[in-house]
């Protein structure tokens, strides 16, 4: 029997790519992140990383934005109404309407500077507390 022994050859160890590191590659890029960044943080070279987790880097956008509007469409059906306002207007059509009979020509705004009656002037608290 014959048994074969690998020599190790040197160089960098062999890339085992995970399902966190993928999750990773799908979050950054749907951040906006560069496979560079994005290696960074895999802790692999970009050249790896595209061999590694293609799928995950041209599909991160898309996923991130299911994820959004998975977790907002929920919100909106267990009663959240700026979630079910949102939706509406973004994906439903829905428009505000804001209708004016017209702008007024001329505004006027008009103010008292008189204090309140029940409201003692200083010069007349200093009066009576130098008196």
Known sequence: MEIKVQKDLGGRPVFKPTPEQEKICSLGVGFGLTHVQIGKLVGCDPKTLRKHF????ETGRERLTMDIGSQLYKKAMNGDTISAIF???TKGGF????????IPNQISVS??????KD?????????????
């Not at 293609?54 to 880097?57: I, V």
């Not at 103010?111 to 309140?116: A, G, I, V, W």
Request: charge should be negative.
């Open 111 to 116: 103010f008292s500077l008189d204090p309140p």
């Open 95 to 102: 428009q505000e309407k804001v209708e004016h009979e017209g």
């Open 54 to 57: 293609g799928h995950a880097l």
């Open 87 to 89: 939706l509406a207007k």
């Open 119 to 131: 409201m003692k002037v200083v010069e007349e608290v200093q009066h009576e507390e130098n008196s």
